[in-house]
């Protein structure tokens, strides 16, 4: 008999308690009032409450015995579970959003949001013990993704989110160009830099501890106080210097937040390059030399793309770091995504927040496995022995 999945026994039981003991949704007149809350049996009853939570029970009890067949059928209930999130919150704006108010709006509960997080943490898990691919994950995303999407076309219109997407969807879409902009730059400069500053190392051993130091000593400030300390200098070369002022250089914008999201790139690039270069096999580089390769072919041709995973590795860090860290350079002018989270704390407006919000963790979600599966192919095809 396999032994219980205990991490998914917690994460049904968690789940199960936050659904039936916090709100669900909540519902308000208009964008300035609070709502009202409501719990699942205010929605759809107690009986309703208590089917609903059928899945989470019937997850939990197949994950008992830790077979692939009750893994598989587990797995295939949470994805169900996830697809059918609108369409219960299609039930609660049908049932408790007024239509004869058309300000009134339907915000998502912490129950949801709670439910949400768990079942996919539960898919990671499932994934995981199944053994399956990165991509059969997003696969697995696909069906929940488009029922989403149908709700949102059809049955949700009074849907909080919707509503303030609605009225911002044309800034909604430059704060993305300019987001990814500023992540793009910000990495492939770093990418840049960081390999000449590895190559300048491995070339000078007496550079690798300043190198490093200084690094360090970035990576450890806040960023607030980097954007800060970059707006002065900035500010007198716009000043003084005209060709910077011509280039649209100033103390706010996006020249202190692009020389800051740089800064924070460069050690988790030096970092996975120079350690990459470094610990490629010294028999595999004598091989190459005593086949007759010059310095410069053993460079470009082994030792390159035996390192390359590990420079990704370092790539998929910076990036991930740097969609995140870019938000923050909102408050120095620069724009982007992190605009609407601080809007919306500004007007305590949650749903403002999650507009900015969630394309992050989406974005970062996107470039984590991309890179992430590009990685390991690599490795894969390395440690086959198949040519690079």
């Not at 759809?44 to 009750?70: E, K, N, Y």
């Amino acid at each position: 008999m396999r032994r219980p999945n205990v991490v998914l026994l917690a994460l049904m039981l968690a789940a199960l308690v936050g659904w039936l003991g916090l709100e669900s949704v909540n519902v308000a007149a208009n964008r300035i009032v609070l709502g009202t809350g409501f719990r699942a049996h205010q929605v759809v009853g107690w009986p309703g409450a208590l089917v609903s939570c059928l899945p989470l029970v019937t997850v939990a009890i197949l994950v008992r015995r830790a077979t692939r067949v009750r893994l598989c059928w587990a797995l295939v209930l949470v994805v169900l579970m996830l697809m059918a999130m609108p369409a219960w919150l299609a039930i609660a704006a049908d049932r408790l959003v007024d239509p004869s108010l058309p300000q009134s709006r339907l915000g998502i509960g912490p129950a949801n949001w709670l439910l949400l997080f768990l079942l996919l943490l539960s898919l990671i898990e499932l994934r995981v013990r199944l053994a399956l691919s990165r991509w059969a994950a997003w696969w697995l995303l696909l069906p929940v993704l488009a029922a989403w999407w149908l709700a949102l076309a059809f049955w949700l219109e009074p849907l909080a989110l919707l509503r303030e997407y609605r009225g911002r969807s044309d800034p909604f879409q430059t704060a993305i160009l300019v987001h990814l902009s500023l992540v793009g730059a910000a990495v492939g400069i770093s990418l840049v830099v960081g390999v000449l500053l590895a190559l300048a190392m491995r070339r000078h051993a007496g550079i690798q501890r300043l190198v490093f130091s200084v690094l360090n000593i970035v990576q450890t400030m806040p960023s607030l106080a980097l954007f800060g300390l970059l707006l002065a200098p900035l500010a007198w070369l716009a000043a003084n210097v005209d060709w910077i002022a011509a280039l649209g250089i100033s103390g706010i914008g996006w020249a202190p937040a692009l020389l800051a999201l740089v800064g924070y790139s460069l050690l988790p690039m030096v970092r996975n390059t120079f350690v990459a270069l470094s610990e490629v096999d010294a028999g595999v580089i004598d091989s190459a030399r005593g086949m007759g390769m010059s310095h410069r072919q053993v460079f470009l041709q082994v030792r390159l793309p035996l390192a390359l995973p590990v420079m990704l590795e370092g790539v998929r860090i910076t990036t991930v770091q740097a969609i995140g860290l870019t938000a923050v350079a909102a408050l120095i002018g620069a724009g982007g995504l992190g605009t609407f989270i601080f809007q919306g704390l500004g007007q305590a407006a949650m749903d403002l927040v999650l507009l900015g919000a969630l394309p992050i963790l989406f974005l970062a979600l996107v470039a984590d496995t991309l890179l992430g599966v590009l990685a390991s192919r690599l490795d894969h095809r390395r440690d086959a022995g198949v040519p690079q």
